[in-house]
């Protein structure tokens, strides 16, 4: 793939789209049973064929800089440890003892060895068995089977993806189909962990769908981002995944580059880092946010189903280019403030409200606009997942015929 063309052509249709005050409209105004957001049996199909079926990007490789630095996270019920090992390579595990199934790990941290909190059994940072307490009274054991469970996991463009299925067959590359090569531009692997969140909302996708649309920009979020704010966005697909520019010369709540400026030069000298903006959203639950504050940062956002179809929670995890501490950071610590108390006190609320609403029954169907095509494209791939046989791969799944109703 040539990066720089692909960059450049969004770039063009987006200047385009500014000239014209346009975006690119989805085919027709869609719509889908309520159900898709209440539904017990859709909640676990989308677990099972969704989110253990799929790579999932459940980390930003600075939040696991060193060899032994570990990451604890539950993901649709199932317990995770990601570790850097000692080769510099990361893996992600069950957090579960071989023995008896003890958490290895409770919180983040660094570990030099994985040692069971329950009888002390001990694991190398690769995952395999380095001890047993106690062995000679204990027996033998087959230190081969004995390893940690592990999950098939990628590093790449300074993010972490893992496929939450021990025996998937992983094809990271037809899943990510260069999305991760043109994520790859931001230079995430030398970024720095600035600091990170978790909020609770309604249903996940109730909760994603957010991510996926500007129309309710200058509505729900007019205190905050002011009335002015465009509620357009072009979007640009990539697979299942996408990006969206928001329709405004210039934004000056999160002070973007201004792509318009580019029209004034040659696109030779198109500067790299006003060919990535916008949000870039990798399917099925990850937002990437750009702002300029103190320097470059982005918001990665994680949308997790919670434990019932009407919980989710939303992890917030702020990067920046430049560590943080400094001086210049303190606009930085404003902006990660702003997005907390955006979503946490607008979006995410309102996505509750709706989960109240939609489990009475009684409203049938939602709707999706011509100007909200990305959350048309968003519920076709998760139907498409959610409906694919249990046994075909996510590289099947892609593969195979887009629905009807699916967008370019
Ligand atoms: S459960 Fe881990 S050592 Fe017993
Ligand atoms: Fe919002």
């Not at 995430?188 to 990170?196: A, P, V």
């Not at 060919?275 to 997790?304: A, H, M, T």
């Not at 139907?383 to 046989?389: H, Q, V």
Request: proline share 6%; glycine share 8%.
């Amino acid at each position: 793939m040539d990066v720089r063309s692909v960059l450049v052509e969004d770039a063009r249709r987006m200047l385009a789209c500014l000239a014209s005050g346009r975006i690119t409209p989805a085919p027709a105004v869609t719509a889908k049973p309520a159900s898709i957001y209440t539904d017990t049996e859709q909640f676990e199909r989308e677990k099972e064929r969704l989110f253990r079926r799929v790579p999932l990007l459940l980390a930003a490789s600075c939040e696991l800089p060193a060899p032994g630095d570990c990451k604890v996270m539950d993901v649709v019920g199932v317990p995770l440890l990601i570790v850097r090992g000692q080769d510099g390579v990361v893996r992600t595990f069950l957090n579960a003892c071989t023995h008896r199934g003890a958490s290895l790990m409770r919180e983040c941290g660094r570990a030099a060895r994985l040692t069971c909190p329950y009888h002390a059994w001990s694991f190398r940072l690769d995952g395999s068995l380095l001890g047993i307490a106690a062995k000679d009274s204990f027996g033998e054991v087959d230190a081969d089977a004995a390893g940690l469970v592990s999950f098939p996991t990628t590093e790449r463009a300074g993010l972490v993806w893992a496929i939450l299925d021990p025996a998937a067959t992983p094809d990271f590359d037809a899943f990510l189909g260069g999305f991760d090569q043109l994520l790859a531009q931001f230079g995430f692997e030398t970024w720095h962990l600035f600091e990170s969140r978790s909020l609770q909302g309604a249903n996940w996708k109730l909760a994603f769908d957010a991510h996926l649309e500007f129309y309710h920009l200058p509505v729900l979020h007019r205190a905050t981002f002011g009335p002015g704010m465009s509620n357009l966005a072009e979007y640009f697909y990539h697979g299942p995944h996408q990006r969206l520019g928001l329709l405004t010369r210039a934004d000056h709540v999160l002070e973007q580059d201004d792509i318009a400026g580019l029209a004034d030069k040659p696109e030779s000298e198109w500067p790299l880092a006003s060919l990535l903006f916008g949000e870039w959203i990798v399917f099925p639950n990850v937002s990437i946010n750009c702002f300029y504050k103190g320097g470059r940062g982005v918001i990665l956002s994680q949308v997790w189903p919670g434990p019932t179809v009407g919980e989710s929670t939303t992890v917030q995890i702020f990067l920046h280019e430049n560590p943080p501490g400094e001086e210049r950071m303190a606009d930085a610590q404003a902006m990660s403030d702003f997005l907390g108390q955006v979503v946490g006190t607008e979006d995410l609320p309102m996505s509750r409200q709706q989960q109240e609403v939609l489990s009475s029954g009684l409203l049938r169907e939602v709707r999706f606009g011509r100007n909200e095509g990305g959350v048309q494209h968003f519920h076709d791939w998760v139907d498409r997942f959610a409906n694919a046989p249990e046994d075909l791969s996510a590289a099947d799944v892609l593969g195979s015929a887009p629905l009807s109703s699916g967008n370019p």
